[in-house]
């Protein structure tokens, strides 16, 4: 079937600029989550969505950072006014458990977002 | 705060066996995770442990010890597809770990 997608696969932006980043998870996971990634480095939590409930957005490194998650299924990561440090690879993912249980994790390809 | 240290590079030869550790300063948690990714790839979901002990699927094993704040994977047979980064991961907490590069030699 198919896994996560996410578009675009590759942005290139300048710094101040508004980017939205999208993911399509996995169809009936409940559970999607947003993840930065620095060149050699490990996975920055951003935010978590479970059904219904309150996203957990205590990983979002500033009120640059908003996500949304529309009817439970495709979610949009936007980042305004965007600066360099901003640059990573943005990995979406989703699980079909929520967290607090074996919630494997599939991972879309990820946009490498580039601010110049 | 809440950490999970790697080390950040592991060598190995084909045909061998290799752990990676991953120690932890954190309190309470569901389980731990490992997940593979290949240089450019996105990460995968190798292995889970929610209790103490070993659990083992094909050439990868991985472990837990909450006592002594410490967990692994344990890959056997390596081959040179294995080469990529390690991940452990508090699955609850959404915390990864540093990650660390394997590479596999002929």
């Known amino acids: 079937g198919a896994g996560v997608s996410q578009s675009p696969s590759n942005k290139v932006t300048e710094k101040g600029k508004d980017v939205e980043l999208r993911c399509d998870p996995i169809?009936?996971?409940?559970?999607l989550y947003w993840y930065r990634q620095s060149l050699g480095q490990g996975l920055e939590f951003l935010i978590y969505?479970?059904?219904?409930?309150?996203?957990?957005k205590s990983g979002l490194p500033s009120d640059r950072f908003s996500a949304e998650r529309t009817g439970g299924s495709v979610s949009t990561l936007t980042i305004q006014r965007t600066q360099q440090e901003d640059s990573a690879v943005y990995l979406c993912?989703?699980?079909?458990?929520?967290?607090?249980?074996?919630?494997?994790?599939?991972f879309g390809p990820g946009t490498r977002l580039t601010v110049t | 705060g809440q950490s999970l240290e790697q080390p950040s590079e592991v060598t190995a030869v084909e045909g061998a066996i290799v752990q990676i550790n991953c120690t932890y300063q954190?309190?309470?948690?569901?389980?731990l995770s490992w997940y593979q990714q290949h240089d450019g790839g996105a990460p995968t979901f190798l292995s889970y442990?929610?209790?103490?002990g070993l659990e083992e699927t094909g050439r990868f094993s991985s472990f837990l010890s909450r006592s002594d704040s410490y967990g692994y994977l344990l890959l056997q047979e390596l081959q040179m597809k294995d080469s990529a980064s390690y991940f452990c991961?508090?699955?609850?907490?959404?915390?990864f770990g540093t990650g660390t590069r394997l590479q596999v030699f002929p």
């Open positions: 169809s009936g996971h409940t559970a």
């Open positions: 969505f479970q059904g219904n409930s309150a996203p957990d």
């Open positions: 954190t309190s309470g948690f569901y389980g």
């Open positions: 991961a508090l699955s609850d907490k959404l915390i």
């Open positions: 993912a989703s699980s079909l458990a929520g967290r607090g249980h074996r919630n494997e994790q599939y």
């Open positions: 442990n929610a209790l103490d």
